[in-house]
T-cell receptor, first 111, second 114 residues
Framework: DVKVTQSSRYLVKRTGEKVFLECVQD?????MFWYRQDPGLGLRLIYF???????EKGDIPEGYSVSREKKERFSLILESASTNQTSMYLC??????????FGQGTRLTVV | AQSVTQPDIHITVSEGASLELRCNYS??????LFWYVQSPGQGLQLLLK??????LVQGIKGFEAEFKRSQSSFNLRKPSVHWSDAAEYFC????????????FGQGTRLTINP
């Protein structure tokens, strides 16, 4: 089975902190994605990557950056956390969009 | 711009009743289409997908969906729901022209009455 692992299920951070969310997949997928999930808004794409060291902005990239130094790992970085970034963050990977596999999600609270 | 619309934010049905969740998309070509389910506190699990061919696709847990090109729709159905089907359901479009990515609808929360 494909496994997408997010490093934390729950995180609480302070306003202004730099926050790292880590995601690892074990199936050698080319594509990896970071989504943000908020009630009534569905999943919104923050950033995605289709190869090592490659990244593309999604629909809501402001306040975020990403890093993909190795094929299996895709990190989301909140440069300076703010309360409006309190949300559920979902990582996914896919082999050329045949199907996206999701991690369990990280619920981030910024206080 | 590409978009996915799920018109129903919340649906309540009785256990054993039939279910239909609606999904409409806006995209210039025939897209890849997906339905995902999310149980509380969990990630998303794929229910079914459509790429081409037969417009009625079968998925896991007794779900099916029908692609209707003329209506730009991909509605999800189940003949008889179980209490364990209570969850949030997301329709998604896979964009394959240019950068490949999934665009999701807003989600439909399903509540099951005993």
């Amino acid at each position: 089975d494909v496994k997408v692992t997010q490093s934390s299920r729950y995180l609480v951070k302070r306003t202004g902190e730099k926050v790292f969310l880590e995601c690892v997949q074990d199936m050698d997928h080319e594509n990896m994605f970071w989504y943000r999930q908020d009630p009534g808004l569905g999943l919104r794409l923050i950033y995605f990557s289709y190869d090592v060291k490659m990244k593309e902005k999604g629909d809501i990239p402001e306040g975020y950056s990403v890093s993909r130094e190795k094929k299996e790992r895709f990190s989301l970085i909140l440069e300076s956390a703010s309360t409006n970034q309190t949300s559920m963050y979902l990582c996914a990977s896919s082999p050329r969009l045949i199907e996206a596999f999701f991690g369990q999600g990280t619920r981030l609270t910024v206080v | 711009a590409q978009s996915v619309t799920q018109p129903d934010i919340h649906i309540t049905v009785s256990e054993g009743a039939s279910l239909e969740l609606r999904c409409n998309y806006s995209y210039g070509a025939t897209p890849y289409l997906f339905w995902y389910v999310q149980s509380p506190g969990q990630g998303l699990q794929l229910l079914l997908k459509y790429f081409s061919g037969d417009t009625l696709v079968q998925g896991i847990k007794g779900f099916e969906a029908e692609f209707k090109r003329s209506q730009s729709s991909f509605n999800l159905r189940k003949p008889s729901v179980h209490w364990s089907d209570a969850a949030e359901y997301f329709c998604a479009v896979g964009l394959i022209q240019g950068a490949q990515k999934l665009v999701f609808g807003q989600g439909t929360r399903l509540t099951i009455n005993p």
